[in-house]
């Protein structure tokens, strides 16, 4: 047994600062939040941006990107709403908000091209599309494209700031409290409005890839959850955690096939060279190789339930100059299949791609509807004076990069506006109530001084304490076996929920107490577990609740395999702090564009 090694925690220094606006994630849509508060808010406004990471190269854009995927080629923003609830097969999505974003998407582009982002154009001088509502760009800068629109708009920005927790008064949100991952430093952050940004959920699941590459998954690894989890413990009404994603991508890269299947005209095919999409009348008769996303994620796991794969994208078969400009495509978004194909001789004209499911995520602004509720087109929350935007909005989904730009642009107006509403003033706080915050904050410091004394193991591993590794392995593990992970292929039931249920509590409730941190590195890891098993009790509540099965591929029930028009509704939800237990209830769908759900209009 290793010697208890004393390390007396010091008081962390404290830095408080006042905002008007307080952005919490500078990524896609807090950028465009920041620069649309200055716009509207004029010079005299004060905007801070809170970003765990380094804005120029945070969050999803960080690896670049190479298609906008929400853009008006044609047709009204009606018609992309009925496209939307198309890709969902008909499911409730907050038309109200889709409609707002998509009345706006094409201007913003507009800006982010005079920004700097090289978008490409046929010889006509129009956009480059792909399809209806998605454009080609040379986007491996995205995001220091992006975030130059925060800098330049004079946000005042901190970077390896990790927000914890929302201050919340009289019901209504006054900032937010976080910790410097490098210096160590406890930040309060008084403001009259705040937007919360952190973006979606990765790594409730287990990855696919182990060992170091564990982090080689679809999603962004380093959001966690913060946005849904604050939003979550500040009492905010949440919704749809149910309809998560489950991506098919390129096996083992996890990067995205839209350019192989919308950029190549690349089939999926199974071991029996099928092209199943194109010749299986039941997926034939709901719309073949442009069937909705989840009929698409379905197909692929029965074909590998069958025993019928590996499905590869077939590639050999494309256009050879298009295949050959594969490669720099690749390079704007995702560089690391270049370097995969390169290692592994693989040339995509000569060899079709293998694709696989990634692990599940939790996003609202991809394919999946996860996030806050919002009330209105407002962007705020169930909470006065909290706002939420990209990712973190739910009910919404589809709206992408763009989309989210949009997005995060509306919010900004909109707290622009409740400020020149009236002059509001913050709430007197008590300092004990920001000491408890801090204690929270740094728990897992603290945890480790007092564990360290009762031992440590010969590998410097607590006798007596969970590291954060260690209780992200067991959530991941519960999650894949009882939540559906891709183990189960996806499918659940009532009594695989029920034990997911039981194992998640008893960590929240009786386990988290031991989790330490070592350092400040991993204080950042723990909290990361912590959101994410908050986000984990959202989603079993969730599916448990929805007792049918409306998104095939992402959320099999064996028990409840049909659609049961009683859940033709959202389902939200509200965590109560004293009892710890999560209220599910229906909220009516309003359709605004008339139609048959099921079908886009054009
Ligand atoms: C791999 C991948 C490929 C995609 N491909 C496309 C595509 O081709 N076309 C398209 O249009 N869309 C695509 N998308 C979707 C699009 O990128 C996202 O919908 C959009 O970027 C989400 O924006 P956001 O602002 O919510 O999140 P992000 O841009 O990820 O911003 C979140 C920010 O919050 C920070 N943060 C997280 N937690 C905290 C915390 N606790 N405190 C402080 N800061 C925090 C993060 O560091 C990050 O900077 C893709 C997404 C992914 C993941």
Redesign the pocket.
């Known amino acids: 047994m290793a010697e208890p090694v004393s390390s007396e925690r010091v008081k962390p220094e404290r830095i408080n600062i006042e905002a008007d606006v307080l952005i919490?994630?500078?990524?896609?849509?807090?950028c465009l939040a920041a620069y649309e508060a200055r716009q509207a808010g004029g010079e005299g406004l004060k905007i801070v941006i809170?970003?765990?990471?380094f804005?120029r190269n945070?969050?999803?854009?960080s690896?670049g990107?190479?298609?906008?995927?929400?853009y008006i080629n044609q047709g009204s923003p009606e018609d992309v709403v009925a496209y939307v609830r198309y890709d969902f097969c008909g499911a409730p999505v907050r038309e109200d908000i889709l409609l707002s974003v998509a009345v706006e998407v094409n201007e913003t582009v507009a800006l982010m091209e005079q920004a700097g982002l090289p978008i490409k154009k046929r010889e006509d001088g129009r956009y480059l599309n792909r399809g209806k509502w998605n454009i080609e760009v040379n986007g491996s800068q995205l995001k220091p494209i992006t975030a130059s629109m925060a800098i330049e708009a004079g946000a005042e920005i901190y970077n390896r700031?990790?927000?914890?927790d929302l201050i919340i008064v009289n019901g209504q949100c006054e900032g937010a409290v976080?910790f410097g991952v490098r210096d160590g430093k406890f930040y309060v952050c008084r403001s009259k409005n705040t937007l919360i940004?952190?973006?979606?959920a990765a790594g409730l699941w287990r990855s696919n890839s182990n060992g170091d590459a564990h982090h080689r998954i679809?999603?962004?690894p380093?959001?966690?959850g913060?946005?849904y989890a604050?939003c979550k413990r500040a009492g905010a009404q949440m919704t749809s955690f149910e309809v998560r994603i489950v991506p098919i991508r390129t096996k083992d890269t996890y990067s995205?096939t839209?350019t192989l299947a919308i950029g190549m005209n690349a089939p999926m095919v199974n071991a029996l060279g099928q092209s199943f999409m194109r010749e299986d009348p039941y997926y034939v008769e709901r719309g073949g190789h442009t069937a909705p996303t989840l009929i698409r994620v379905l197909a692929f796991e029965r074909e590998t339930l069958a025993h019928r794969g590996p499905v590869v994208m077939d590639t050999t078969q494309g256009d050879p100059y298009k295949v050959a400009g594969l490669k720099s495509q690749y390079l704007d978004?995702?560089p690391c299949i270049v370097l995969y194909w390169g290692c592994n001789d693989i040339d995509p004209s000569k060899e079709p791609i293998e694709v696989d499911a990634s692990d599940p995520a939790i996003?609202?602004?991809?394919a999946g509807m996860a996030g806050a509720w919002t009330k209105g087109t407002s962007r705020e929350t169930s909470i006065e004076r909290l706002y939420v935007?990209?990712?973190?909005l739910g009910g919404a989904p589809s709206?992408?990069?763009?989309g989210?730009w949009t997005c995060?642009r509306l919010a900004a107006r909109a707290m622009v506006a409740a400020l020149k509403d009236g002059d509001y003033q913050l709430a007197d706080l008590d300092e004990a109530v920001i000491d408890d915050m801090e204690n929270r904050t740094f728990g897992p410091l603290i945890a480790f001084t007092e564990k360290e004394k009762e031992g440590l193991w010969t590998d410097g591993t607590l006798m007596n304490g969970i590291l954060p590794k260690q209780m992200e392995d067991r959530m991941q593990k519960i999650m894949e076996e009882y939540c559906g992970g891709r183990k189960q292929w996806f499918y659940v039931n009532e009594t695989y929920l029920g034990i997911a249920r039981k194992h998640i509590q008893r960590m929240r409730r009786t386990q988290l107490q031991y989790l330490c941190a070592r350092d400040l590195h991993e204080l950042q890891l723990a909290?990361d577990v912590i959101?994410r098993l908050d986000v984990c009790q959202l989603v079993i509540e969730h599916m448990d609740y929805r007792k049918e099965t409306r998104f095939p591929g992402y959320v099999n029930r064996t028990d409840y395999p049909d659609l049961d028009p009683e859940f033709d509704c959202f389902v939200n939800s509200v965590w109560d702090p004293v009892t710890d237990e999560v209220t599910c209830f229906k909220v009516p769908y309003d359709q605004l564009v008339p139609g048959d759900r099921t079908k886009e209009s054009i």
Do not use: Q
Request: charge should be neutral; charged fraction near 5%; hydrophobic fraction near 40%.
């Open positions: 919490i994630g500078g990524g896609t849509a807090g809170m970003e765990k990471a804005i945070s969050g999803c854009l690896a990107m190479n298609a906008l995927n929400m700031v990790y927000m914890t976080g940004c952190a973006g979606g679809w999603y962004f380093f959001n966690t913060g946005s604050m995205p839209g978004m995702s996003v609202g602004a991809h935007s990209g990712d973190a709206r992408f990069i763009s989210s995060g909290w959101n």
